[in-house]
């Protein structure tokens, strides 16, 4: 009779590097602008190996998985809506504070923990700042 019907899901194609330069020059960006260490932004990133945060700074972009772009967009949107927040006091001091609608932790706090459920809460609790 019928064979069963299976569900085709297309593979994954692999992102490349014309496509991913524009936010790993972000991140650079972002990590001088909050004045982060390496080690900081290897571990918002989602703890990558810090040879490979080390090459993109040298503007040697390779391929770059999902998960991390969806990172590095994260950061995108977390700095355009903190922006009218982090005003008067610079965004590097800003993202040190503590912040009583962040349970008394600062951004980066937040950021460090590696978890990119923190990174989208944190976009989402400063969302409407930037609407």
Do not use: N
Not at 60 to 67: F, T
Not at 103 to 109: A, E, I, N, V
């Amino acid at each position: 009779m019928f064979a069963a019907v299976q569900s085709v899901q297309a593979p994954e194609r692999p992102v490349s590097p014309s496509e991913t330069g524009p936010l790993v020059r972000t991140a650079i960006l972002l990590a001088r602008v909050w004045e982060l260490r390496d080690a900081q932004m290897v571990a918002i990133l989602g703890g990558m190996q810090p040879e490979s945060w080390r090459r993109w700074c040298a503007g040697q972009v390779e391929i770059v998985d999902r998960e991390r772009l969806r990172r590095m967009a994260l950061l995108r949107d977390i700095h355009i809506a903190t922006r009218p927040a982090c005003a008067g006091l610079g965004a590097a001091d800003w993202i040190r504070a503590r912040q009583r609608q962040l349970g008394d932790r600062s951004p980066l706090q937040l950021m460090m923990s590696g978890r990119i459920e923190d990174l989208v809460r944190l976009r989402d609790s400063y969302a409407s700042l930037a609407a």
